[in-house]
Each structure stands twice: as C-alpha cells, then as structure tokens.
C-alpha cells in the first residue's frame, strides 16, 4: 500500500493528494511500531523502550457483521433509523451502507449544520448523496456558532493554552451533533441511530490536556480550565455553551453513560458502525466517491475537512505541542495494518510541513472571518512557536490586502 494511489482517474489519500518540495523529514523520538511521536508525554514511551503503552495493550479488533447489526437494531415495520451525517466520507459510506442493508424508506440522514463553518464540499457531497440514495435529510441549522468561534479565536489567540482549543473553539457544536440531532429525529418518530465516528480518530491527548489541569481527572481539570479563564471567556452565554458542551465526549454518547446523558438521552439506542465494519479509509473513499460522487473539495484533505474549525485546531495544537489529532490518527492505522510505519511517518513529514509554512493561509482565513484586528497576536504566535515558521510572511502580507473581508 502507498499513501497515494491512481484508481482510474482519480487520486486517493487519506490526507493530501499532493507531496510539496521539501527537504523536511520526521526525526522526533517515536514509538517503533506505530510512530507516535514521543511530543506526546502521557506516558506512552518508557516501559517496553520504545514501544508506546497504546501499542503494548493493543488487541485483535473483533467485527459483528453487518446482519447482526440488522438483527440488533430490529426495526418495527415503518420504523426509520437516523445516519448521523456530515459530509465526510465516512458518514456518507454509512448512509449508503444502511440503504443497501435496510432500504432507503427506512433510513434518514441526521446533519447538524454549522452556517459559516461547514465546508461547501461537505454540504454539496451530503445534498447529492441523500438524493442518488432516496433518503430524507432532516437539519438542524446553527447559525450562532459561527460567531461565537470568530470571538473566542480572537481571545484565544492573544492567550493561547492547548487545553483551551476544542473546549473554546467548538463550544456548541457537541451538544448540536447529539442532543439537537436526536430531539429532531425524536420528533420524527427516530430512537435507533447510526454513528460512524471511527476508533481509527480516538485522539487521547485533548482529555489528556485536560486531566493536566485535575490531577489525572478531565473532569475537574476541565472545572479548573474554566476557573483560570473563566472571566476571560465570560462573553454573553459562551461560558453556558462550553459548559454544556463538555457533558458530551466523543463516542460515549449513549443513554446509559454518566454526566446526565441518560435522562437526556433515555428514548436514544445508538450503534456505532465500527462495531461491525472495518473502516480503511481508502476504500471507503474510492467507493464513495465512485458511486455517489464524493469528493474531497478545494482543500484536499479527505479526513477532518468537513468544519473549517480544524484547519484552526490544527495551527494551535501544533504550533504549541508539535503534534496533532493527525499524529494519532496514522499510528492507530499503522496499528491496525492499514499502513507501514514508514509510510505513515511520511504522509506525517507532509502534513507537519503544511502546518509549519501555514501562515499565509492563516493570515488570509482570519482575514475572511472579519479578524484582522488579530494579526499581530496570529503573527507573534508563529513567531513564538518552537514548530511554526514565518518565512512567507511578507509575500503573504502584501498578498493580504487584496482580500476583502467577508
């Protein structure tokens, strides 16, 4: 297997099609059989010399099939189930997986869609699947969140903290793509949902920031986080949408977990597709895009490219921790045979590379977001980061005043 590979015309990568010219290389201390970067201090390198502890407990994944998820979810005649859907690949493998499986009467795509931060791509590839497959699309809009990001990028990039940047700059988007999604598919007569969310993107490391801040304990650390900053981000009901949104993790969003979820959540069953489907990213992409015409975008990337919030995620974890949600995701590929450490530390030096000489392209987005106030705060981040480089910012300066502010 290759990081990029020719099927028929089309070119399929699970994070650039394209290799810049560079000289730049991956030498960090890493993990010998997954590559994870030992940036990442929690504890993953040390017992077994260089091979990290998410390596030494790794276990043979087991998959139900496809019927058991049928025989499982056991639907009512007329019952309909909800596909949770964004845009991505992923999500729309799953809609089309359910269609084959149980019919296109019985299933309805689910998308929480954040105006102003959703990729046109996504939003064009989840219109024309959901009209190639026959299904319903039931949306629910949030039109707030766009400006609530654009004010706490402003305040986090003048004090930036690791630990701030999913809990700041996604706030509300949690609870909209779980609670929001389900009380409209509730009102709607759905209760069995479909989650594709992958165990191949499990990134440990933001709980782990924030279990910094409690003693071992994100919960409290998160309390702690909010305590430090807490005035700063007291701006109208933001601190409302981040302390809500923090009841929702990442794939445990089901109605018999802790935090209040399960009064919430009480009519819910959901079913995560990765329990009986083994998710390669690159099939998944070359069937998608072969049979409903997904594709990845102006922006290349065919993982995380759906919300234009991670391209700013990214810039902050790496400018301060030197790795990102990337990082975790090609080891936990390359732990489950999808691609050789070698491979997956070269796709790494790409993205590392793309991240390091970003600046012209973060100048131009805070630019469209109305932020040009922020460029010196944008600029001394770059400067002061032990992993980020300026050396396109007088050409990107010059280009800039070209751009008109949406």
């Given at each position: 297997m290759t990081d990029i590979f020719t099927n028929n015309k089309h070119k399929y990568s699970e994070f650039y099609t394209a290799e810049p010219n560079h000289k730049h290389i991956c030498t960090d201390s890493s993990c010998s059989h997954c590559g994870l970067t030992a940036r990442y201090t929690q504890g993953l390198l040390g017992q077994q010399g260089q091979t990290c502890q998410s390596c030494g407990e790794i276990m043979t994944r087991q998959f139900k099939k496809l019927e058991e998820l049928k025989a499982e979810m056991a639907l009512e005649p007329g019952e309909r189930l909800g596909v949770t859907t964004s845009?991505?690949?992923?999500?729309?493998?799953?809609?089309?997986?359910?269609?084959?499986?149980?019919?296109?009467?019985?299933?309805?795509?689910?998308t929480h869609h954040k105006v102003g931060l959703t990729d046109p791509a996504a939003e064009e590839n989840l219109h024309s699947a959901v009209r190639q497959l026959g299904v319903e699309l039931i949306t629910v809009e949030e039109t707030a969140m766009v400006k609530r990001f654009r004010r706490n990028l402003a305040l986090l990039i003048k004090r930036p903290d690791p630990a701030l940047v999913r809990v700041v700059l996604c706030a509300g988007c949690r609870y909209g793509i779980t609670q929001d999604l389900y009380e409209q598919g509730k009102a709607r007569g759905i209760h069995k949902y479909v989650s594709a969310a992958s165990y191949?993107?499990?990134?440990?490391?933001?709980?782990?920031?924030?279990?910094?801040?409690?003693?071992?304990?994100?919960?409290?650390?998160?309390?702690?986080?909010?305590?430090?900053?807490?005035?700063?981000?007291?701006?109208?009901d933001n601190q409302f949408y981040i302390e809500r949104d923090n009841g929702?993790?990442?794939?445990?969003?089901?109605?018999?977990?802790?935090?209040?979820?399960?009064?919430?959540?009480?009519?819910?069953?959901?079913?995560?597709?990765?329990n009986y489907l083994r998710n390669d990213?690159?099939?998944?992409?070359?069937?998608?895009?072969?049979?409903?015409?997904w594709h990845r975008g102006q922006s290349g990337r065919s993982w995380h490219f759906d919300c234009i919030i991670e391209e700013v995620k990214d810039m902050f974890y790496y400018g301060m921790l030197g790795y990102t949600e990337t990082d975790f995701k090609l080891s936990a590929m390359v732990r489950h045979g999808l691609l050789t450490v070698g491979e997956a530390r070269h796709q790494l030096s790409v993205v590392r590379h793309n991240l390091a000489h970003s600046y012209p392209s973060m100048e131009q987005f805070f630019l469209s977001q109305g932020l040009g106030d922020c460029l010196p705060d944008l600029r001394r981040f770059y400067e002061e980061s032990p992993y980020l480089c300026l050396d396109t910012v007088q050409q990107s300066s010059a280009d800039s005043k070209k751009v008109r502010v949406a």
């Open positions: 845009g991505g690949k992923d999500s729309i493998y799953a809609l089309m997986k359910m269609v084959e499986l149980f019919g296109p009467e019985h299933v309805a795509a689910l191949l993107e499990l990134a440990p490391f933001k709980e782990d920031l924030l279990a910094g801040w409690g003693d071992g304990d994100a919960d409290k650390g998160f309390r702690h986080l909010m305590q430090h900053y807490g005035e700063y981000y007291k701006l109208g929702y993790k990442y794939k445990s969003n089901r109605a018999d977990d802790k935090g209040g979820l399960k009064d919430r959540l009480k009519d819910v069953k959901l079913f995560d597709l990765d990213p690159e099939t998944i992409e070359r069937e998608v895009s072969e049979r409903l015409g």
